[in-house]
Structures are given as structure tokens and as C-alpha cells.
């Protein structure tokens, strides 16, 4: 293994085929009158135009590009343009509203380009705060200067007239969505900081002042895994090392999973955090917030003003001029991985960030990912551990009920109905965790075996139970595809035999909610998914209501599993883990042993004696058994030996190449091809040759559910036990799919280090 290869990602390539050079070229900074721009198009490659009044590297700049104007940015200033000079358009507008963007931003960026094989521009531009990127908010009248100017201009109105300001000065509609409320300028974050009540610290147990001791020593880059279980007070690490550098005047970037379904958190941070950065001085990004707030605490961040970032996956790409440390909590959340446009691995970026940037990571969880737990073990990240629950001398019992033998009352066993009883007599909370929204996941006709197929889809609908048009009334139901959302009423009869009788088969969270309230009638039962948190805030409510007590039985999916410091919490009672047992996918073990780990681990935080039980047909599976001993380590040894002797990532590196069309040949014929290409050796690159020894492929298959939508789905893995191999072949293959996708006549994706095969 190659010194620099550190967890996903390997080394910003220096080799000659990377496109994109970031040294200024001879046209010098100042007064450079060509510029090659990256643009937010699907082609590879940059863009000449010419810039009459000069432009630098990092610039962004309004082009038009076909019949459209685009927002790019400048990745070169070349002595000449890569066409002929009078093909070359003048750019509409260079952008100076921002400074132009840094060198170890510009660099990150061809980094992600390079190893997920996209072109720059789509990674760079998707990157920034809508406003920025649309040439529409530097038009017209009222957008003159750009939303940085008005946001700007705004502040410092806001600034002045401390009282009377609201009101009087609101902006025009199109102008309020790209400005936030609180706009606090540098100087009064210092006024507010001396303001703050003063926050009380918990006492340190040992393990925990042992990692903030083991955090603090470190310099420069070191990745670290700060392993601790459920309700270990990992979160009281994370701020104590926050605080430290913040104190040394260097900036923080916390990522977590989510940030709208646990807005605890964000209090917790922010009034700890803001006792020393300033009020305002912790920015916030995540997909929840309207463009103009997400413009305004990325603006904070890139300006220093915030020295804390905490956000998704989608704040991985700020700039941050003084960063000190990043924090990944909840490192092995598949949330981690963007699954569409760029499929990039926010984790193993901020790996790549904080090697690039000379700073310590530390990546957070009581259920690290295999590779994350491997890098461990093997001593390439140091491994720091918080093996007891911070508050409760005991964590929770964990207990199969094996479920071949008894006779289940709607699928519940008799047990865990007991063990919801007693809690309800105890006045604790019970929570139901079963991963499987809707009413049934299949609607079934018994007379001739009819199933509820979509017509679009290779899938089941799922039943739904509308909720009831008036308060008390009757729910109505409906069929809905969960692959493509199609939607159609239950039929009155079999569409096949014409039987009235058809009959729901299994159950989803809704029907458990229903049965739950038939069988402790005088019970709070509320439901938490997807659906029952369709509409914005909504979510937040319901959590509210649990945490506030006005809950007794909580039925949810994997939403309710982890992040949450319930107070109350004694029971868990776990329906259908099973159906991840044997999955095809190699990671669904993984999955499931962190997904059983984080909803046990929401039950007894408070210290009292709390328990789980979990439903199974196999409770003598291997994984099983880790979980009751509650032995993480004891599942990893058991899970990476598997991995290896199967060759499988940590020990493999991955790539997938997906194709859809409507035709199912089609989508395979291309993968044939894609794959034939490899086998045509015509000796031009010979160290292209010699790599493709090291690169397997597999065969072209179709996806599980291979028809969505009525487009048709396969897909061809590639593999390597050499990343520098795999990117290297990447790096060629990429060159000539869009080429052959082109000719088939397919859309196509690659993605690298992928999560779900
Ligand atoms: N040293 C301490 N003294 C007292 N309480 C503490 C201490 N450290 C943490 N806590 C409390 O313990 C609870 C659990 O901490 P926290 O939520 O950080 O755990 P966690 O490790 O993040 O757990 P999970 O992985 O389950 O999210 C919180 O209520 C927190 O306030
Ligand atoms: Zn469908």
C-alpha cells in the first residue's frame, strides 16, 4: 500500500493526464486576457473565452455558452486559446463580488474530478450556493452587483439603526429569499460573546478526558477514530477539542448525517460553540434551508466570520480559510455518500481535505465502517475509545425472541406486548422500530395468487392508508410504488379473477401503528417516516412530542434510529430485521449490525435500566449473537475476515458502471462493449497495459429491480486490489464512454468506491 493512501481516496494525481493544471500559466494573474473556464455542463473539459479587462484563477465569470449564460469558474489563464482566436468569445461579465476562490479549494475540487471521474465543472459548480451560480441573480435592476453585494449592503443597513431597522428596509420578495434574518456583523459577534450566559461543563469521565487529552497533542494530519458506544458522550469530545481550536483562532468543520430531524443538536453547538466564537459565529448548511440562508452562512464561513461549520455532507465544499479540524460523526452513515450527479464519499473527502489542509480528523461512531474500523486496527488511524455509556452504568439488554415457535399476534410476540405493558405501567416510553413504511408492503388476491405489480416498475406497490379527509373519519387506501411514485387506487376486485376479497400481505408501520393502538387502547401512539413527516416541520414536532414525554409508544424506521438523546426511553422492541439478513449485497450485514446497534443504543441513555428485544427466524446467526454480547469488534473480526478471504472491499477497491435504456439488451449491450474495450490491447499505452492485469471485470448483470419507470437498469462492476490501478483505468475508460453510451444510445453513470452493489 502506497504511503499516501489514506482511507476511500488516494492522492491528488500529479500525473500528466489529469486536465486540469491550477498553476497560473505565463498570461500572469493580472491582466490575463484568455481564461479556460469549467462549466456545469456533462462534457469533459474547460472553456475558452476571452476576458478584455483580465481575469485570475479562481474567478468566476458569466459565458455564454450554446444559446445559454452560465456561471463558470477560471481554472486557467493560458498565453493562448485552445482554438483558433476568432472562435473565441468574449465572457459577459467577470464576477467580483467573492474574491476568487483558494488554491486548496480549486485543488480539492480536481481532486473529487479526477477520482470520481466527472468533469470539473460539475463537481465545482453544484458546489456553490444557488445565487452564485445563476448568471439571473447578477441581472436586472434590483440585482445589481449580485446577492453578494445586496446581502452585503443589507448587513451593513442592518448594522446602523440597531432598533427600528425591521420592517422599514424589507427587501422586495426576489431579494428577502437570498437574505436571512440575523445578520450580525464581525463586531457585534465580539459585543454578544461577553453576553452569553455562561455555559456549564460536565465533569470529563476518564475515557473521555483520555481522548480530549489524546486529541489535544495532535499536529498536522492525523486521521483519528474516536470508537465509542451508543450514548458514550461522544459529542462532549467533539466541543471540547471545538473549543480548543477555536481558541487558537482556527476555524472547525463538523459534518453530520442530518442536521433537520435533530435540531438538539444544533442547539447544543451552538450554544457551546457561540461562548467563544461569537454569536453567529457557528454557520449552518444543509439541504433544508432556502437559498439565500444557505448563501449567507456559506458567505460567514468563507469569510471567517463563522469559525465553526456544521453541516450535511453538502458543506464538505466550503472554503475555510483557517481550518483547524474536521469532525465526521456518525462516520459510517451511508448519508455520507451523495447518490446522484457527483456520487462522492463526503467522508473520504474530508479525509483527503484534512491531509491536504495539515489538520487532524476525527471520524466518530459507535459502529465505524469496515474500512474506517481496518484503517484502525492496522494503525493507520489512531483508535481512541469510549467503551462505557457516559450516564447509564449499564447499556441496554438486548434479547432474541425467537419467532419459529410462537404463535405471533399480529406479529408481535408475546413478550415484547409484556414488555411494552410493563413500561406503559412504569410510565416509560417504548419505541417500535420497523423498517418498512406504508400499510403492507403487497396487496394479494388468495383465489389466484394475484400480487400488486406495478405497471412501470419490477416491483411491488406498497398499500397506503390515506389519512382520513376529516378528523375521526374513515382512512382511505391506496397502491404506491416507492421505485418511481406512482400512484392508483386499490382495485375493488382481482384484476386477474375478479375476487373482492383481496388481502394485505405483511405489514408496514402504519398497520403496526394501528394494531398497536387496538392493543393498548388507552396508549399515545405515534408514528414517525417518511410519510408521517411529509410536510416541513413536521418531523421536528413529533421528535418534540417524544422528547416532551406526550409519547408513549413510538413506531418508526430508520429515521428514528439514530442521533436521538432520548430521556425516557426503556424499551425497544425490533420487527423484520431479518429481510436485511441475506441480502445479495455484501455491505447489508454491515448495515444491519450498525442499524441494530443505533436504535438499541436510543433506549436507556438516562440510566435507567432499559431493554431490546429483536424478532428473529435466526437467532443463531453470528450476528445475532455480537449484537446480544453488544461486541462490535467481536461482529468487525467476523465481518473483515469474510471480506477478505471473499477479496472484498476494505481489501478491494470498486468502481460500478450502471447503464439504463428501455431496453434491457440495450443497457447490457453497452456494458458488453464498455467491457470489450478493455480487452482491446493496441499496445499504444503500454502502462495502461500492465495495470489491466490487476483489474477484473465482471460480468454485465441486471440491477434487483431491474425495470423502474419503464427504463431498464444493469449494471458491471469493476474491480482492483491496487487503487492507483483502478484509478488509472478509470481515468482511460472514462475517456471513451460517453462515446459508446452515445452510439447505444444509454444513459450511464460511474460510480467509484460504491456503497450499494
Ligand atoms: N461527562 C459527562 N457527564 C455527564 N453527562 C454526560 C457526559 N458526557 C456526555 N454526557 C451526556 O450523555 C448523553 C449521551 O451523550 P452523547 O449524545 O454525546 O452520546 P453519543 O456518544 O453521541 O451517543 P450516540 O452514538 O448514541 O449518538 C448526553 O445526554 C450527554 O449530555
Ligand atoms: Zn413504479
Not at 79 to 86: D, G, K
Not at 126 to 129: D, E, M, T, V
Not at 161 to 172: F, I, V
Given at each position: 500500500m502506497a504511503p499516501w493512501s489514506v482511507a476511500g481516496v488516494s492522492q491528488l494525481s500529479t500525473s500528466p493526464?489529469?486536465?486540469?493544471?491550477l498553476v497560473p500559466s505565463p498570461?500572469?494573474?493580472?491582466?490575463?486576457t484568455w481564461v479556460r473556464v469549467a462549466l456545469d455542463?456533462?462534457?469533459a473539459g474547460l472553456f475558452d473565452y476571452r476576458a478584455p479587462a483580465g481575469a485570475r484563477v479562481g474567478q468566476r465569470a458569466i459565458v455564454s455558452f450554446g444559446r445559454r449564460e452560465m456561471v463558470g469558474i477560471v481554472i486557467e489563464t493560458p498565453?493562448?486559446?485552445?482554438?483558433?482566436?476568432?472562435q473565441v468569445k468574449d465572457v459577459v461579465q467577470m464576477l467580483d463580488?467573492?474574491?476568487?476562490?483558494?488554491d486548496d479549494w480549486l485543488k480539492l475540487a480536481a481532486f473529487a474530478a479526477d477520482y470520481y471521474q466527472r468533469p470539473l465543472g460539475e463537481v465545482m459548480l453544484?458546489?456553490?450556493?444557488g445565487p452564485l451560480r445563476k448568471p439571473a441573480a447578477y441581472q436586472g435592476l434590483r440585482a445589481a452587483g449580485g446577492p453578494v453585494a445586496r446581502l452585503d449592503a443589507r448587513a451593513a443597513r442592518a448594522a446602523k439603526?440597531?432598533?427600528?431597522?425591521?420592517?422599514?428596509?424589507?427587501?422586495?420578495d426576489d431579494e428577502r429569499a437570498l437574505t436571512s434574518e440575523e445578520n450580525v456583523s464581525a463586531s457585534e459577534n465580539a459585543e454578544a460573546t461577553s453576553a452569553l450566559p455562561p455555559v456549564s461543563l460536565p465533569t470529563l469521565n476518564a475515557s473521555q478526558q483520555e481522548a480530549v487529552e489524546a486529541l489535544s497533542g495532535l499536529s498536522g494530519f492525523k486521521p483519528v477514530l474516536?470508537?465509542?458506544?451508543?450514548?458514550?458522550?461522544k459529542t462532549e469530545v467533539y466541543l471540547r477539542v471545538a473549543e480548543r481550536v477555536l481558541r487558537e483562532g482556527r476555524q472547525v468543520m463538523l459534518l453530520v448525517p442530518e442536521i433537520n430531524l435533530t435540531p438538539q443538536l444544533e442547539q447544543v453547538f451552538r450554544r457551546r460553540l457561540e461562548a467563544i466564537?461569537?454569536?453567529?459565529g457557528v454557520a449552518v448548511l444543509h439541504s433544508g434551508l432556502a437559498d439565500g440562508e444557505r448563501l449567507q452562512a456559506w458567505l460567514r464561513a468563507v469569510r471567517g466570520q463563522a469559525r465553526v461549520l456544521l453541516g450535511?455532507?453538502?458543506?464538505?465544499?466550503t472554503p475555510l480559510p483557517d481550518l483547524g479540524l474536521i469532525v465526521v460523526d456518525e462516520?459510517?452513515?451511508?448519508?455520507?455518500?451523495?447518490?446522484?450527479?457527483?456520487?462522492?464519499?463526503a467522508r473520504d473527502l474530508a479525509i483527503w481535505r484534512a491531509r491536504d489542509r495539515g489538520v487532524p480528523i476525527i471520524l466518530g461512531s459507535a459502529t465505524p465502517s469496515m474500512e474506517t474500523w481496518h484503517h484502525a486496527q492496522t494503525g493507520r488511524y489512531l483508535l481512541l475509545s469510549l467503551p462505557q455509556r457516559a450516564l447509564a452504568a449499564e447499556p441496554p439488554r438486548i434479547r432474541l425472541l425467537d419467532t419459529r415457535n410462537v404463535k405471533l399476534q399480529q406479529g408481535l410476540a408475546p413478550p415484547l406486548l409484556q414488555a411494552v405493558a410493563q413500561r406503559l405501567e412504569k410510565g416509560e416510553q417504548s419505541l417500535i422500530f420497523l423498517n418498512r413504511r406504508g400499510y403492507a408492503p403487497v396487496l394479494h388476491c388468495?383465489?389466484?395468487?394475484?400480487v400488486s405489480g406495478c405497471p412501470r416498475c419490477s416491483a411491488y406497490m406498497v398499500l397506503h392508508r390515506q389519512p382520513?379527509?376529516?378528523?375521526g373519519g374513515p382512512g382511505r387506501h391506496e397502491l404506491r410504488c416507492h421505485h418511481c411514485g406512482w400512484q392508483q387506487r386499490v382495485p375493488?376486485?382481482?384484476?386477474?379473477?375478479?375476487?373482492?376479497d383481496l388481502q394485505p400481505m405483511g405489514r408496514g408501520t402504519q398497520r403496526l401503528e394501528e394494531h398497536l393502538g387496538e392493543l393498548f387502547p388507552g396508549a399515545r401512539i405515534a408514528r414517525i417516516d417518511a410519510d408521517s413527516t411529509r410536510r416541513k416541520g413536521s418531523a421536528q414536532e413529533l421528535f418534540a412530542r417524544m422528547h416532551a414525554g406526550d409519547i408513549d409508544i413510538l413506531v418508526g424506521t430508520?429515521?428514528?434510529?439514530?442521533g436521538h438523546d432520548f430521556q425516557n426511553l426503556g424499551f425497544v422492541g425490533v420487527l423484520n430485521?431479518?429481510?436485511?439478513?441475506?441480502?445479495?449485497?455484501?455491505r447489508a450485514p454491515e448495515r444491519l449490525f450498525a442499524q441494530l446497534m443505533q436504535v438499541a443504543g436510543r433506549a436507556g441513555r438516562a440510566g435507567t435500566p432499559a431493554e431490546v428485544y429483536i424478532q428473529t427466524g435466526?437467532?443463531?446467526q453470528p450476528l445475532y449473537q455480537a449484537l446480544v454480547r453488544h461486541d462490535y469488534a467481536g461482529f468487525a473480526r467476523y465481518a473483515l475476515r469474510e471480506r477478505e478471504s471473499a477479496g472484498l472491499p476494505p481489501f478491494a477497491y470498486q468502481a460500478l458502471l450502471t447503464a439504463e435504456a428501455r431496453e434491457l439488451a440495450q443497457a447490457q449491450a453497452f456494458l458488453a462493449q464498455a467491457r470489450a474495450w478493455t480487452e482491446?490491447?493496441?499496445?499504444?499505452d503500454s502502462s495502461q497495459a500492465a495495470d489491466m492485469s490487476r483489474i477484473t471485470l465482471y460480468d454485465p448483470v441486471p440491477l434487483?429491480?431491474?425495470?423502474v419507470a419503464n427504463v431498464e437498469r444493469a449494471q458491471l462492476l469493476v474491480e482492483s486490489d491496487s487503487r492507483p490501478a483502478l484509478q488509472g483505468f478509470l481515468r482511460a475508460w472514462a475517456g471513451v464512454l460517453p462515446g459508446l453510451a452515445a452510439t447505444a444510445r444509454v444513459r450511464w453513470h460511474l460510480e467509484v468506491d460504491p456503497l450499494e452493489i
Open positions: 493526464s489529469v486536465p486540469v493544471s498570461g500572469g494573474e493580472e491582466g490575463a455542463v456533462p462534457l498565453v493562448a486559446p485552445a482554438v483558433a482566436v476568432e463580488d467573492l474574491p476568487p476562490f483558494p453544484p458546489a456553490l450556493p439603526p440597531k432598533r427600528t431597522r425591521r420592517k422599514k428596509d424589507q427587501a422586495p474516536l470508537h465509542g458506544v451508543t450514548g458514550s458522550g466564537a461569537g454569536t453567529g450535511t455532507r453538502l458543506s464538505l465544499f462516520e459510517h452513515d451511508p448519508s455520507y455518500k451523495q447518490q446522484e450527479g457527483l456520487r462522492y464519499s388468495d383465489a389466484c395468487g394475484w382520513p379527509r376529516v378528523p375493488m376486485a382481482c384484476p386477474d379473477c375478479g375476487n373482492q430508520q429515521m428514528v434510529a439514530k430485521a431479518d429481510a436485511m439478513l441475506f441480502s445479495h449485497d455484501f435466526y437467532p443463531e482491446r490491447t493496441d499496445g499504444t434487483r429491480v431491474v425495470r
